[in-house]
């Protein structure tokens, strides 16, 4: 099983900047990607960020690109998103989730993920 630990949640101001994390651990942990998604209430699961874990290449979602960056931490087990310039639109509860395994599925839709944290809010205040 793996443990999905997410915090850096909160309240901000439009404009400013938080820095979400995201603590991996368990004996099945593939490390093969690690990915952000948020959902704000009424709306569907949103993509936010990916990253590879070998190599480094990250993918972002068209309204948090040059906004957001996603980065890893290898030997703590660690993704943190780094969110800046924040907007009212960007309050939702952030997730972070792991893949099992690859799968024939873009790593940019929840179905390639198999594990998943307890969220954590986030809220932008005008």
């Known amino acids: 099983q793996v443990q999905l630990v997410e915090s850096g949640g909160g309240l901000v101001q439009a404009g400013g900047s938080l820095r979400l994390s995201c603590a991996a651990s368990g004996r099945t942990f593939s490390r093969y990607a690690m990915g952000w998604f948020r959902q704000a209430p009424g709306k569907e699961r949103e993509f936010v960020a990916a990253?590879?874990?070998?190599?480094?290449?990250?993918y972002y979602g068209d309204s948090v690109k040059g906004r957001f960056t996603i980065s890893t931490d290898n030997p703590k087990n660690t993704v943190y998103l780094q969110m800046n310039s924040l907007k009212p639109e960007d309050t939702a509860v952030y997730y972070c989730a792991a893949p099992a395994a690859p799968k024939a599925v873009t790593i940019v839709h929840p179905a390639a993920y198999d594990y998943w944290g307890q969220g954590t809010q986030v809220t932008v205040s005008s």
């Open positions: 990253i590879l874990w070998s190599g480094g290449r990250t």
